[in-house]
């Protein structure tokens, strides 16, 4: 999408595939001081119940809201989230958890400045956000 262009509703963010890995949770913990030990050892994030090491909430959305930036023509065209979470990110591993990130515009400002989008998150096919919603700005 270019930002100058008009969005409709309906008009879809196409799928995007962002990988997160342990090394990740790693830098991501000490870079935000988040270091809770279930995102960093199985063993602790078994003890709560769940099946292993999970990805921070915040690094998600983060990623998850990265994709709507680049797709609406940069971070400054990021006006206003929404999320609520559905489910953990288990990343195993010797391998890279998955998120499948896309979405849809919901709704397109009576001006036309802003829009809507409604994100669809997933992670092996289980729902990652429950609602989300990214406000971009449209236009120059």
């Known amino acids: ?3 100058t ?3 409709s509703v309906g008009d879809e963010l196409p799928a995007r ?3 997160i890995t342990r090394a990740d949770l790693r830098r991501y913990a000490e870079a935000s001081g988040d270091d809770n030990p279930i995102h960093l050892r199985d063993e602790a994030a078994r003890a709560l119940g769940l099946p292993g090491v999970v990805a ?3 690094l998600t959305s983060a990623l998850a809201i990265g994709v709507v930036a680049q797709w609406a023509g940069g971070a ?3 006006l206003a989230t929404s999320i609520r979470f559905a489910g953990p990110v288990v990343v195993p591993t010797d391998e890279p958890a998955v998120l499948t990130v896309s979405g849809v515009v919901r709704k397109v400002a009576e ?3 802003s ?3 409604a994100l669809a998150v997933t992670c092996d096919g289980a729902k990652v956000f ?3 919603v990214v406000t971009v700005a449209v236009g120059s």
Do not use: I, N
């Open 56 to 58: 921070h909430g915040m």
């Open 76 to 78: 400054d065209r990021v």
């Open 5 to 7: 262009s008009p969005l």
């Open 111 to 113: 001006d036309g400045a």
């Open 115 to 117: 829009a809507d989008v």
């Open 1 to 3: 999408m270019t930002t």
């Open 17 to 19: 595939h962002v990988e």
């Open 130 to 132: 429950g609602k989300a």
